[in-house]
């Protein structure tokens, strides 16, 4: 895999504080199934300052799920075998999770589930692997989720590392990914639009296998697709209508701060309120919603990464604006019931 530059969006402390929202419904719970932590170079975003966003926006955040980062990689052992290489991430997600239970009056179970990462395409050797990472876990390992999203176009990315293409095409990773099943675990993918229908290949030889799509299936609009929203909507819409008709899969709604899908909101002045987040928004949330069902779809927040174009306070209330009139039963699947089930919480 090529180290290449970050692309996130940097996050502007001093742009963020010129806006500040009320917590809309501040009582409706909320499991974040989809954040990370890390340090490295573009900034540190440990429990702190985790606990900080939640703590700041005023929602009610019950427990979060960490999600394995291409921007954790240097902290990947470099002796012994290679399918081994990514425990210590597991490991540091753990630690984490356990400095947040020990924090007086911290209320928000941090971490309460981890999305590790492993290599599936070792296949069978990933066994052992997954043994240890749920030693190593005490029981918070949840799922897996691999470095997948590549493209092509040398312009579109969106991590630190990027991905080879055509991984999920690979004689070992449908073995890799059956170990998962057999253990219990559920796989997560970040890719783009362009590669569903590699992920619905997956999908229809394990279904058995839970599989949860992150970022709305990742519709592109920077490189071959700048300025083709049409085009990316054609391509996007007619893979996610196909993976629809699987039982296996659930969509996260989100991630839609990010550059790769055309988040522009750091060139304002001022940051984005919930509104002008959420008219945004709102089309392709709908439609995933429309195509999958309430019942296979949660809200995330993807932080840090969609700190760079808004708050955590304005991320939740524009998600609380774009469901305002769904029933409670179906707001309570959006933003907990859903990811607790998924990811065996309890709150």
């Known amino acids: 895999m090529e180290k290449i530059k970050s692309p996130h969006l940097e996050v502007n402390e001093d742009w963020l504080s010129l806006r500040k929202e009320e917590a809309l419904l501040p009582d409706l719970p909320i499991i974040d199934p989809h954040h990370h932590l890390w340090n490295v170079g573009f900034g540190k975003y440990y429990v702190e300052e985790l606990l900080n966003d939640i703590n700041f926006s005023g929602h009610n955040v019950k427990a979060t799920v960490y999600i394995m980062s291409s921007s954790n990689t240097k902290i990947y052992s470099t002796q012994g075998p290679d399918e081994y290489k990514t425990l210590p991430e597991i490991e540091f997600a753990t630690n984490e999770g356990k400095r947040s239970d020990l924090i007086p009056n911290n209320h928000v179970k941090v971490n309460a589930s981890i999305v590790g990462s492993l290599d599936l395409t070792h296949g069978v050797k990933i066994k052992p692997v997954i043994e240890k990472g749920l030693e190593i876990s005490e029981g918070r390992l949840k799922g897996i989720r691999m470095l997948l999203a590549s493209h092509k176009d040398p312009r579109i990315t969106s991590g630190a590392v990027k991905s080879d293409l055509g991984l999920m095409l690979h004689p070992n990773f449908i073995e890799g990914a059956k170990c998962l099943e057999e253990a219990g675990l559920s796989l997560d993918f970040w890719i783009y639009h362009t590669q569903l229908h590699e992920m619905e290949q997956i999908a229809k030889a394990l ?29 996007w819409r007619s893979a996610m209508l196909r993976l629809s008709r699987l039982p296996n899969i659930c969509v996260k709604l989100g991630g839609l701060g990010m550059a790769v899908n055309g988040a522009k909101f750091h060139l304002q002045e001022n940051p984005p309120t919930s509104t002008d987040l959420s008219e945004i928004w709102k089309p392709w949330i709908y439609e995933t919603i429309n195509m999958f069902g309430v019942e296979k779809c949660m809200f995330e927040s993807n932080f840090p990464v969609d700190k760079g174009s808004c708050s955590y306070g304005s991320l939740w209330n524009a998600f609380k604006i774009i469901s305002k009139e769904m029933s409670q039963d179906e707001k309570n699947k959006l933003f907990y019931e859903n990811a607790a089930n998924v990811y065996k919480i309890q709150i």
């Open 207 to 235: 279904p058995n296998l839970n599989i949860i799509l992150n970022h709305i299936g990742g519709p592109i609009h920077i490189g071959d697709y700048e300025g083709k929203q049409a085009l990316t909507h054609r391509e």
